[in-house]
């Protein structure tokens, strides 16, 4: 007998509801630990299909539940959506419908990760975070000097060794002066947190071959590079870059109907985030570079403006890593100086006080 059940999956509880023989049958509440979520896997058969949506914890409840089970499957929230829209929304509707759809056969599920690729994109996360952190506080300290009239720093960066001085000189109420100095050390300590993070990345990504292969382009170094390839896991996955550039929401909206020209609009932004931006940095940075690269910003910049050639820059690296990550090549335009300079030196091991230890 084929079993199919749905849980709704919420901080503190879970809804299920089991499908049997086509009938749906509402099963009540578990709670969301460890304990819990044994107990109601020893209830269960060998042979069952748990379904949840993708959340916060769905990975820890299908780590939970697999060991009971056939399978545990974890469905994509906006497709799911997309299929049975409903116009009364409850828990046990939306368990109900996951059950259905698995059992149907019409479950949009998504590619589960395993635990390494899992901690990867955490690190990723966390870096991510500390970075649109560190933006914001800076963003804050310059409309504070804007708003009193206070000329831009001469010097290439406010935050740097000369920027305090210059900063010192100026005259500022006594709290804007207490609030940029908070900020200022704020950003001292995320310096810090963000060092050991790269370093944590770093250590990880030194020898992988995918790391050091999508290095080679220009513009990527090694936190984009790890970055992108725990977003993307398994390469095998996509059959072709499109599907990829859809991954990373990177794809243009696209409206036709009958027999009306398409319109193409703004960026899909459907996918995982973190590595878009970091595609986005990317291309940045390889536009100021010389290369093919740079010489397709130039071109898109001339009938589009810088923005949507950045945009355009990042989906042509997310094709050249697909390209690179199939084929197991490296970048055809790579410059050898400039790779190197990406790579971490490895410290060699030494002993005694002449590597400075006691």
Request: aromatic share 6%; glycine share 6%; hydrophobic share 45%.
């Amino acid at each position: 007998m084929r079993r199919a059940i749905g849980i709704d999956v919420h901080r503190t509880f879970g809804e299920v509801v089991f499908w049997e023989n086509g009938r749906l049958r509402h099963a009540g509440r578990i709670d969301m630990t460890r304990t819990a979520l044994e107990g109601f896997g020893k209830t269960l058969l060998v042979s069952d299909e748990v379904v949840l949506e993708a959340t916060g914890n769905s990975i820890a409840v299908s780590r939970g539940l697999t060991p009971f089970v056939a399978r545990v499957i974890i469905a994509n929230p906006l497709q799911v959506k997309a299929i049975a829209q409903a116009h009364v929304k409850t828990d046990k509707i939306d368990a109900g419908t996951l059950a259905s759809l698995q059992a149907a056969g019409y479950l949009p599920q998504i590619w589960t990760p395993d635990a390494e690729t899992e901690r990867k994109r955490r690190l990723v996360a966390r870096r991510y975070q500390i970075v649109r952190h560190r933006t914001r506080l800076k963003n804050e300290v310059h409309s504070i000097l804007h708003a009193h009239l206070i000329p831009k720093c001469p010097h290439a960066d406010l935050f740097n060794a000369r920027g305090p001085a210059w900063l010192a000189a100026h005259q500022l109420p006594d709290d804007e002066r207490a609030t940029i100095d908070r900020h200022v050390r704020e950003l001292d300590r995320l310096a810090e947190d963000l060092a050991l993070l790269d370093r944590e990345i770093a250590q990880d990504a030194i020898e992988d071959s995918a790391v050091n292969r999508l290095m080679t382009i220009t513009g990527v170094n090694l936190a984009v590079a790890a970055g992108i390839v725990a977003a993307i896991g398994d390469i095998s996955r996509f059959n072709s870059p499109q599907k990829l550039v859809s991954y990373f929401g990177l794809n243009p909206r696209v409206r036709q109907s009958g027999l009306g020209a398409a319109h193409h609009g703004r960026i899909s932004k459907v996918g995982r985030s973190h590595a878009r931006a970091m595609l986005v940095e990317a291309a940045w940075a390889a536009a100021k570079a010389p290369g093919p690269l740079h010489a397709f910003f130039v071109r898109i910049r001339a009938r589009r403006g810088h923005q949507i050639a950045a945009v355009a820059v990042a989906r042509k690296l997310t094709v050249l890593c697909w390209h690179l990550l199939t084929k197991g090549e490296d970048y055809l335009w790579a410059r050898p100086a400039l790779v190197a300079n990406k790579t971490p030196v490895k410290a060699k091991p030494c002993g005694g006080r002449k590597c400075g230890q006691p």
